[in-house]
């Protein structure tokens, strides 16, 4: 029988889960290198996947995802020179989601 043992430190505790009844078990969604662009594309909408697609487009500097119309920010803690005059003319009068997320998009 296949057995599944993951660790998690979960408030500075190491704890040991194991699953025994792998037929609840899915596949993850493979979401690339940088995730989707707007989160109603995953295929299983819930909290893990939802953080797992905001933490690939993070590691790639890609810090504004869609979840429909609403724009979700995670802040980098550093600065991006993407908020010029430049990058508003841009996302000027288009129609939301036709240009990659940002604030100027909504």
Do not use: C
């Amino acid at each position: 029988a296949q057995v599944i043992t993951v660790q998690a430190v979960i408030n500075n505790v190491t704890k040991t889960f194991t699953l025994n009844n792998l037929s609840s078990v899915r596949t993850r969604q493979d979401l690339g290198k940088t995730g989707v662009e707007d989160m109603i594309q995953l295929k299983d909408l819930n909290e893990a996947s939802l953080l797992w697609n905001l933490r690939l487009r993070y590691d790639s500097n890609l810090i504004y995802t869609y979840t429909g119309s609403i724009l979700v920010a995670v802040n980098p803690y550093k600065m991006f020179d993407n908020y010029g005059l430049d990058a508003v003319a841009q996302y000027e009068n288009q129609i939301l989601g036709t240009l990659p997320p940002h604030l100027f998009a909504v």
